[in-house]
């Protein structure tokens, strides 16, 4: 999200989508409150990041490069 702030959208989405592929994100797995802190960090980033995902995931805009394309995937995979 400090990426995106600073206007470095490239490396945001790139943070992100690693972050994204890095951490066990199954809820089933969360055994302490830490974990769910994690999620809501997770979403946060979701809307500052990708402030288009909801019309990228419903098929109304399509990604507008490999980095937002390959964050998308990540997302999809969760």
Do not use: C, K
């Amino acid at each position: 999200m400090a990426h995106e702030r600073a206007g470095h959208r490239p490396e945001a989405l790139r943070s992100f989508t690693h972050a994204l592929q890095i951490f066990d994100w199954d809820p089933s797995h969360a055994t302490d409150p830490d974990h769910w802190m994690y999620h809501a960090v997770r979403r946060e980033a979701e809307r500052t990041v990708i402030p288009n995902l909801e019309a990228l995931l419903a098929g109304r805009e399509s990604p507008r490069n490999e980095d937002e394309r390959l964050a998308l995937l990540a997302v999809q995979d969760q």
